[in-house]
T-cell receptor, first 110, second 117 residues
């Protein structure tokens, strides 16, 4: 089963913009399955941040945006804030309709 | 308000069995696919299993096939994960989560229940 590839860590200063990539394959993202993004703050359960490639659930600030192209996707966070520090995961499905997560990216706000 | 509450986590020995439960409320449980996702200590999220609204489709990550069984009781709004032949690598926090809609992301998660093998 496939695993989506994310950078282990990213960092940025308050107010800056950071991006997190999510690289899949023709068996998952490239097969047409949507990509979803989750935020996990320390000691808490994951929270849905972006669904269906670029839609924000109610309550998620518009500082968070995402896109998908081909076999990859990316999450962008603008106006970085201290409370954004945590782990971010992309998720999709493979051709067997099994869920698949990225390895996670630790965001550090400098 | 949507609520998902997991129960049943415990410390067990290699080879033993455990059944996790997830009590749901505040949404149309019987109409949505449900998932189990786990997180080993200091590791990332790993999708474990899903079950369609009617139980007709059940998928598993390769590492648990033949050992874990997902099921649901729509009348009582409970999701289950029967875990047999547990291994040390099954040690993790197990979360239940609900689909927003078909394959549209997992929009609500429980607080997790800890399994230690």
């Amino acid at each position: 089963q496939s695993i989506l590839t994310q950078p282990p860590s990213v960092s940025g200063a308050p107010g800056q913009r950071v991006t997190i990539s999510c690289i899949g394959s023709s068996s998952d993202i490239g097969a047409g399955y949507d990509v979803h993004w989750y935020q996990q703050l320390p000691g808490t359960a994951p929270k849905l941040l972006i669904y269906n490639n670029n839609y924000r659930p109610s309550g998620v600030p518009d500082r968070f945006s995402a896109s998908k192209s081909g076999t990859s996707a990316s999450l962008a966070i603008t106006g970085l804030q201290a409370e954004d520090e945590g782990d971010y995961y992309c998720q999709s499905y493979d051709s067997s309709v099994n869920g698949v997560f990225g390895g996670g990216t630790r965001l550090t706000v400098l | 308000e949507v609520q998902l509450r997991e129960f049943g986590g415990a410390a067990v020995l290699v080879g033993e069995s455990l059944r996790l439960s997830c009590a749901a409320s505040g949404f149309d449980f019987g109409g949505l696919t449900m998932h189990w996702v786990r997180q080993a200590p200091e590791k990332g999220l790993e999708w474990v299993s899903l079950i369609s609204w009617d139980g007709g489709s059940r998928n598993y990550v390769e590492s648990v096939k033949g050992r874990f069984t997902i099921s649901r009781d729509n009348s009582n709004k409970v999701l289950y994960l029967q875990m047999n032949s547990l291994r040390t690598e099954d040690t993790a926090i197990y979360y239940c989560a609900k689909d927003l809609s078909s394959r549209s992301g997992l929009d609500h998660w429980g607080q997790g229940t800890r399994v230690s093998v």
